[in-house]
């Protein structure tokens, strides 16, 4: 395929009559809004997000107000959104905009990196979707819709590479404003339209030009990634200590923790992890979040 710009022109077409109402895409959103909903919605549903981003951003509108609480209470507030490591991060980083860029999150690749826990993909969204810069915002989904729509393939790799980058980016028009919706709506078709495992290529804007539907192949047969075991898994312990923490005001004895859990050495290694990723105090037999 060598003319990109039908795709990019065809996407946002798509986008602008179908994108979900998300509260961190309307008008006067700040870049500090759109770096919470980011971090939020790593690995968790946007529905479930939704909730706590309108609390969070009620409760810490900027991030030096988010800088001034302890880190246990990012914690607290994260609520059941799992994977809490992210709650530190986020404290971090506000932390860091607060001290070291007056309380305004920057807008350039390298300075939004030198975050704590800010990786390639999210400096590029808050660039891209708070800043409305040119860059290319490449997760599974919008790998997936490049895999298929260029490549001819079913589904793309595990992990981002720099070659899923610079195909994302050959799709995108130069226009800034034009590149920024373009990449929010690649990602978009990925999550509603261009799906893992039942892809609605009726629907797809992208059919007619798209390079493994022109195929006519199916889908692999089985998930293409093997489905992760959650129950009575360290994590999953993980999670049963930090939701007695998180309604805890005050410190918690250890042995009140030994109900969440019948495995004993489970619950021992559980609580180790937590207490070296910092998401977890321990001190005189009692137990606390930060």
């Given at each position: 395929m060598s003319e990109s710009a039908p795709i990019w022109r065809l996407s946002t077409d798509w986008f602008a009559a179908n994108a979900r109402d998300l509260p961190w895409r309307h008008a006067g959103t700040t870049a500090w809004g759109?770096?919470?909903?980011?971090?939020?919605?790593?690995?968790?549903p946007?529905?479930?997000?939704?909730?706590v981003w309108r609390e969070w951003l009620e409760r810490w509108p900027t991030p030096a107000d988010l800088a001034a609480e302890p880190t246990g209470e990012a914690i607290r507030a994260w609520g059941r959104l799992g994977y809490p490591r992210r709650a530190l991060r986020l404290h971090a980083a506000a932390v860091a905009v607060a001290e070291d860029h007056d309380n305004v999150v920057p807008d350039t690749i390298a300075e939004l990196e030198a975050l704590p826990g800010i990786g390639t993909y999210t400096a590029r969204a808050v660039a891209s979707f708070a800043h409305r810069q040119r860059h290319p915002v490449v997760d599974t989904n919008v790998r997936r819709v490049?895999?298929?729509?260029?490549?001819?393939?079913?589904?793309a790799g595990m992990a981002?590479?720099?070659a899923d980058l610079r195909a994302a980016e050959a799709l995108l028009p130069e226009d800034d404003e034009a590149a920024a919706v373009t990449s929010?709506?690649?990602?978009?078709?990925?999550?509603?339209?261009?799906?893992?495992?039942?892809?609605?290529?009726?629907?797809?804007?992208l059919a007619t030009l798209c390079a493994w539907h022109a195929k006519g192949e199916e889908l692999p047969e089985g998930p293409s990634r093997k489905p992760q075991k959650y129950t009575g898994t360290d994590r999953h312990v993980r999670g049963l200590i930090m939701a007695v923490l998180r309604e805890a005001q005050?410190?918690?004895a250890r042995v009140a923790l030994d109900t969440v859990w019948h495995e004993p050495e489970r619950r021992e290694r559980a609580l180790t992890g937590l207490v070296a990723d910092g998401l977890v105090v321990e001190a005189a037999g009692k137990v606390r979040l930060p």
């Open positions: 759109v770096l919470v909903s980011e971090v939020m919605s790593q690995q968790t946007v529905r479930r997000v939704e909730p490049v895999a298929r729509a260029v490549a001819g393939k079913p589904d981002t590479t720099g929010a709506a690649l990602m978009e078709l990925g999550a509603l339209v261009c799906t893992a495992k039942a892809p609605k290529c009726g629907e797809c804007p005050d410190p918690v």
